[in-house]
């Protein structure tokens, strides 16, 4: 206990834990006494910074295509039983559309790896939502790219860019994604979002198969290194169509636990109380932001669709979690003593590295007029 004690300490004064003493810190995850405390803590930063406003994020899950095999995601390239989709530029517009009435500022285009779409369709696409909502940030979620297609993306607009690190052990790694795939790639796209001027954001599932607890040490000491301007971490779930369908879903608890000495290591970090707690506890939400959480991402995609962006079993998309029901997503913050805002909701410390932004070529192409 006083061991965990002089961690939280350490945590609390800035100077990073140690990778044991990480791990001494994370076995106490159920310890009531530490809990609290380090609850409190964030919570009392949270306020510091964002008082009790939290952004929300039109999440439009545009395309369900991947060349990937992540082994726990229902719609890795592998999975012949996922039923494919992908929306026309039309159709994302539509989504936004919808969005910016229901209130939404920010809008996150999310796919797997579908490599239909070009360069140049997703300038396009950046462009249009950036010339009809001036007013509202766009986040790519479009997985591992080359520098020079981050580039252009962010030329056309883009301010923020998702790309969980997922483990940052690489022996975890492997037993997650096949040897096509590197840790250290990803981890160097990161690092080139970064330098591009994009709000960043990393983050990693909790209870994946194999997690050990150093490895979430290492997670954190990443996230450390890395400063991102946004965190995702939610709990591994099992898709049945994976070789990990008989695995155990990950810990509400630990997953509380962690966003909680995330907002402490990083106070003013961007942290949703992500899809996949809301899905394994019908308040995951709520308990993901009383755990220092100031997002939320509803889903904005096509309602037809939703079912089709099958991550992981029994994902949640409608209900409050969907965008046309922000009211009563709205009522259940109040009920918490939060308050949904209409506004952008940008990293409080924007990144340092400045692109040129003036050199923007028109665009060229547009995938309306392909076929999806
Ligand atoms: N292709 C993009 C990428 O690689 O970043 C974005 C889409 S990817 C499906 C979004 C996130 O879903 C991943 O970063 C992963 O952490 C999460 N995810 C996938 N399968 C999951 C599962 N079985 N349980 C929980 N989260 C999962």
């Known amino acids: 206990m006083d061991d965990a004690e002089n961690i939280v300490k350490k945590l609390l004064a800035g100077d990073g834990p140690a990778e044991n003493e990480y791990v001494r810190l994370l076995e106490n995850y159920e310890n009531r006494e530490i809990t609290e405390w380090i609850t ?14 939290v952004y929300t994020r039109g999440l439009i899950e545009f395309t369900n295509y991947c060349k990937n095999d992540c082994y726990y995601c229902g719609i890795r390239a592998g999975n012949t039983h996922a039923s494919r989709y992908r929306l026309s530029e039309e159709e994302i517009l539509e989504c936004c559309r919808e969005g910016y009435k229901l209130g939404f500022r920010t809008f996150v285009l999310q796919g797997g790896e579908d490599l239909f779409y070009k360069d140049e369709d997703i300038v396009s696409l950046v462009r249009a939502i950036k010339r009809t909502y001036p007013d ?4 790519l979620s479009i997985g591992e790219k080359s520098y020079e297609s ?8 883009a301010d923020r860019y ?8 690489e022996a975890h790694y492997r037993k997650l994604h096949p040897q096509a795939m590197s840790l250290a790639y990803r981890k160097q ?14 983050g990693f599932m909790v209870g994946s198969p194999g997690q050990e607890m150093r490895h979430i040490a290492r997670d954190l000491i ?37 966003l909680s000495v995330v ?32 997002v939320v991402m509803p889903n904005l ?8 962006y099958d991550l992981y079993d029994n994902k949640v998309s409608m209900g409050e979690e969907a965008a046309e029901h922000r009211e009563r997503l709205a009522k259940r913050m109040k009920a918490i003593g939060y308050e949904l805002t209409v506004e952008r909701g940008d990293a409080p410390e924007k990144n340092t590295h400045r692109l040129d932004l003036c050199a923007s070529p028109e665009p060229v192409g547009g995938f309306n007029r392909r076929s999806v």
Do not use: W
């Open 40 to 53: 409190a803590e964030a919570v009392r930063l949270r306020k510091q910074h964002f008082g009790n406003k």
């Open 136 to 139: 509202c940030a766009v986040t």
């Open 150 to 157: 981050y580039k252009k993306y962010r030329l056309a607009g």
């Open 162 to 169: 998702l790309l969980r690190h997922e483990t940052a052990d």
């Open 189 to 202: 796209c990161l690092y080139q979002l970064k330098e591009l001027g994009y709000q960043v954001g990393a």
């Open 222 to 258: 990443f996230l450390t290194e890395l400063k991102p301007q946004m965190v995702g971490i939610g709990p591994f779930i099992p898709h049945h169509d994976t070789i990990f369908a008989k695995e155990k879903a990950g810990s509400v608890e630990l997953t509380l636990f962690l």
């Open 263 to 294: 907002r402490i290591l990083l106070p003013t970090v961007l942290l949703p109380a992500t899809t996949a707690l809301g899905s394994v506890t019908g308040d995951g939400r709520e308990r993901g932001i009383l755990a220092g959480a100031n």
């Open 301 to 308: 995609s096509p309602v037809r669709h939703r079912k089709q």
